[in-house]
């Protein structure tokens, strides 16, 4: 299979040239600098000379604080541009697996969320993001998958797991939110994952939600990160919890996005299980 990913040199995209490439699949990785999505043109140039089987589409304006100052660029990203990669892959006979978010909900429920449950983002980005699945549903109506996803971390990028190892080794205490709750989503587990819905016989048309198993709290998350620490001058950090007024963000979160899925999707491993494959990948960096 051929498979082209979108987005390529960001921390899941990295992720999953090593999935794709260690299921053996034909794989043309683009990065930002290689392929502007904002340009319908150079994306069906791109789409047409590489003629993949599927397209997974990675990428995204993730600056979700930045898009309520710049809403049109992250809407030219995260909107257009999401529906310019599903028309050239229709045009092409390929399938779409475009990546979305948590942030589509407004966080108001207290059980997970499922596919049927209805969208209402508080944020700019949430709402650009959303604007890019029913853009993705318009140009390529009969194929396309699209995958809401929560609280990403890897070893590729900046992520939160990364910042919190970085002030445990500068501070005695961190403050971190302790009303949010969602399922950290290791991009390692999520990439392996993408690629089995692209190797799908009958591929699922529509939204499915694929998030890691478990939830916690910003603060739950970021004590276990403390704890599976390797780095031993992180060991002594306490970590305060505090609520989201007490920490005002530009845009506002979700205080539930627990995803789940009632339409048959991939389980992934837990949060758990995927911060202690985060710390193995780091550490073997580090070394």
Not at 85 to 110: E, L, M, N, P, Q
Not at 115 to 128: A, C, I, Q, T
Request: hydrophobic letters at 45%; proline letters at 6%.
């Amino acid at each position: 299979m051929r498979i082209l990913i979108t987005g390529a040199g960001g921390m899941l995209g990295l992720d999953l040239q090593t999935a794709a490439r260690t299921a053996a699949h034909e794989t043309i990785a683009l990065t930002r600098a290689e392929l502007d999505i904002t340009d319908a043109e150079a994306v069906h140039a791109a789409v047409s000379s590489a003629r993949p089987d599927v397209i997974i589409g990675c990428a995204a304006w993730t600056n979700v604080d930045g898009a309520e100052s710049e809403p049109a660029a992250a809407y030219a990203v995260n909107g257009a541009g999401a529906g310019n990669v599903a028309a050239a892959a229709a045009g092409c006979g390929a399938w779409t697996i475009h990546v979305s978010t948590d942030y589509v909900f407004d966080g108001a429920k207290r059980t997970p969320y499922v596919e049927s449950d209805p969208v209402g983002p508080l944020s700019e980005y949430g709402r650009s993001k959303l604007a890019g699945e029913r853009a993705v549903a318009e140009r390529a109506p009969d194929a396309h998958t699209i995958v809401r996803t929560a609280w990403l971390f890897g070893a590729g990028g900046p992520c939160f797991p990364k910042t919190m190892l970085r002030l445990a080794a500068e501070r005695d205490e961190i403050a971190v939110v302790g009303d949010q709750i969602g399922s950290p989503t290791f991009t390692g587990h999520l990439a392996a994952a993408l690629v089995g819905l692209a190797e799908q016989r009958e591929r699922t048309v529509g939204v499915v939600h694929l998030a890691a198993s478990g939830d916690c709290s910003w603060c739950d998350f970021a004590r276990a990160v403390i704890e599976t620490s390797p780095a031993g001058d992180a060991a002594g950090t306490r970590v305060r919890a505090i609520t989201t007024a007490d920490y005002p963000t530009p845009a506002p979160r979700p205080a539930y996005s627990v995803l789940r899925s009632e339409r048959g999707a991939p389980v992934l491993p837990s949060w758990q299980d995927g911060l202690a494959s985060f710390m193995t990948e780091i550490a073997g960096v580090v070394a």
